[in-house]
């Protein structure tokens, strides 16, 4: 590959020494060579810190930042600061990605001349199987299929920051939201809009792993209302911007979303809490019930804790 740029491989870290190994390895056997791994242990309490340093006194293309722990948002974006790519990707430190995938996805950006690419993925909950699978080369997405695309076949690749190759100029002035969960929901759809358009190969080249312990997973389990906020805040952005499509399909992800929350969490909420819930589905139940809709959609909306009664959010 001619004068190849350098692309910065961000891993934000904690606890995850069980699979640190793995993860590493897998992005220091990339076939792509000119790359700096920035390892950012985000104040792990287990041996992620001493392994962290073991790989940077084996390979000069390996920085560590060792800093107080403040979360996934945190981490990457003191990543991000801290690196010096062309091109940057994220890597989450329990997962591991196929080793042509950086090559695939910048030729990609080169052959379609785009500041943004994207890979699918498959999840395995133990080993990884070394699959590439799928035969889509790189079809080239404007943003407002982007933008729909959110909600349909590929929803979760699109979703997160992770399996995607982002020019610099994309991530320059979109910080991950620190202190708050569910950052992808935050930004995503904003890459989407700065890159203008993007290529997408259904090959699965991101290999995901969710843990118990990991910092997705940490935030995971803190109930209460951020992934509600998240997604209000990119209901109002595609209302704004004329995205009619995708503003539907948003709608309907709420709707959807605080009848599953307010049954799986409402004994964590206040009074306060469960009636900001109501009032928000109430809203939106208003808008969409000229469309088909079911009964437990009728129910909910005037009997929210009979509704919750009958398990209809498990």
């Given at each position: 590959?001619?004068?190849?740029?350098?692309?910065?491989?961000?891993?934000?870290?904690?606890?995850?020494?069980?699979?640190?190994?793995?993860?590493?390895?897998?992005?220091?056997?990339?076939?792509y060579r000119n790359i700096e791994i920035i390892l950012v242990d985000d104040g792990s309490t287990?041996?992620?810190p001493e392994i962290c340093d073991e790989y940077a006194g084996s390979d000069n293309r390996i920085k560590v930042i060792h800093k107080r722990n403040g979360g996934l948002s945190d981490a990457r974006n003191c990543g991000f600061k801290a690196s010096?790519?062309?091109?940057?990707?994220f890597v989450d430190s329990d997962d591991c990605i196929?080793?042509?995938?950086?090559?695939?996805?910048?030729?990609?950006?080169?052959?379609?001349?785009?500041?943004?690419?994207?890979c699918n993925y498959t999840i395995k909950h133990n080993d990884f199987d070394n699959i590439t699978d799928g035969q889509?080369?790189?079809?080239?997405?404007?943003?407002e299929r982007c933008m729909n695309e959110l909600f349909g076949t590929f929803g979760t690749s699109f979703c997160v920051a992770w399996g995607k190759l982002f020019h610099r100029t994309v991530l320059n002035t979109i910080e991950f939201p620190v202190g708050k969960?569910?950052?992808?929901?935050?930004?995503?759809y904003l890459y989407f809009e700065t890159a203008g358009r993007?290529?997408?190969?259904?090959?699965?080249?991101?290999?995901?792993?969710?843990?118990?312990?990991?910092?997705?997973?940490?935030?995971?389990?803190?109930?209460?209302?951020?992934?509600?906020?998240?997604?209000?805040?990119?209901?109002?952005?595609?209302?704004?911007?004329?995205?009619?499509?995708?503003?539907?399909?948003?709608?309907?992800?709420?709707?959807?979303l605080i009848k599953y929350l307010y049954c799986l969490e409402c004994a964590y909420w206040t009074t306060e809490q469960k009636r900001y819930m109501h009032k928000e589905y109430r809203r939106r139940f208003a808008?969409?019930?000229?469309?088909?809709?079911?009964?437990?959609?009728?129910?909910?909306n005037f009997m929210p804790n009979i509704y919750c009664l009958f398990g209809r959010g498990e």
């Open positions: 590959m001619n004068q190849s740029p350098l692309i910065s491989v961000i891993i934000p870290i904690y606890n995850v020494e069980k699979f640190l190994h793995e993860c590493v390895d897998s992005v220091l056997n990339q076939t287990d041996k992620c010096s790519g062309e091109f940057i990707t196929a080793k042509e995938m950086i090559e695939v996805l910048y030729t990609l950006c080169q052959k379609k001349n785009v500041q943004l690419a994207q889509e080369q790189g079809t080239l997405i404007k943003k969960t569910h950052e992808d929901v935050y930004t995503t993007m290529v997408f190969t259904t090959k699965r080249l991101y290999y995901y792993r969710q843990q118990e312990f990991s910092l997705k997973a940490q935030e995971k389990k803190r109930p209460g209302l951020e992934e509600l906020k998240a997604n209000i805040e990119r209901e109002y952005y595609f209302k704004n911007k004329g995205y009619e499509q995708a503003y539907i399909s948003q709608v309907w992800r709420i709707i959807n808008k969409m019930k000229k469309a088909k809709i079911s009964i437990e959609y009728w129910l909910f």
